[in-house]
């Protein structure tokens, strides 16, 4: 159970950062293209950088779907240890009437050779039934882990989708050049950042 979840929250993490370490080139919807005399701020370059951590973090839609999937997460990871610790508790008891009956065996305590051979053979049935339930128990293990993280690549997917078509709408008018993911520069520059613009709207898109 525990690496389990220390894989899948790997993943999560993994993938939720991957998927704003991006570079993010917005070709302006306008049928003129973009003049060359275009001046941005004076002396600044068409260029806008946004801090995809900041996003994640007050984008309404990234916080809700997130604490939504690690809810539906931490339930199925509930259920899933309660199955488990069920099926360890019938096989420390299969384990007992296992030693019981050696005991028996060896001091001769069966009345008869056929309450011996019945005996054996309930517990060789239940032996095969535990071998069962624990195939199942690994089968749920591995459907839940990869339902999640089907889940996180959808969601991963929708918050792409939905940052870049905003950033689109954003830039319709092709003031910008470029936009790019704080991650992919080295050394910034104050009065370039539009992160709180791009998440203010993103929350006022949302909300309608």
């Known amino acids: 159970m525990n690496k389990i979840q220390i894989i899948i929250n790997s993943v999560l993490c993994a993938a939720v ?9 917005v070709t302006p919807r306008t049928k003129k293209p973009v003049s060359q005399e275009v001046v941005v701020d004076s002396e600044l370059l068409p260029i806008a950088i946004i801090n995809t951590d900041s996003i994640l973090k007050h984008y309404v839609l990234a916080v809700e779907s997130t604490d939504k999937l690690m809810s539906a997460y931490e339930t199925s990871t509930v259920q899933l240890d309660s199955k488990a610790k069920a099926f360890q508790k019938e096989y420390e008891t299969f384990q007992r009437d296992v030693m019981d009956f050696q005991r028996k065996l060896e001091a001769n305590a069966f009345l008869s050779r056929e309450r011996a051979e019945s ?3 309930r517990l060789q049935d239940k032996e095969q039934q535990l071998m069962k339930k624990q195939q199942d128990l690994e089968n749920l293990r591995q459907k839940l882990s990869n ?6 690549n959808e969601l991963t997917l929708q918050l792409a989708d939905s940052v ?17 993911n704080d991650a992919a ?16 709207g993103l929350n006022a898109r949302y909300k309608k």
């Open 17 to 25: 950062v991957a998927l704003f370490i991006v570079f993010f080139t």
């Open 119 to 121: 005996e054996q053979k």
């Open 147 to 152: 339902d999640f993280m089907a889940q996180q």
């Open 164 to 180: 870049q078509q905003y950033l689109r709408e954003y830039n319709a008018d092709g003031h910008y050049h470029l936009i790019l």
């Open 185 to 200: 520069v080295m050394n910034k520059v104050a009065g370039y950042d539009i992160t709180q613009d791009v998440i203010d």
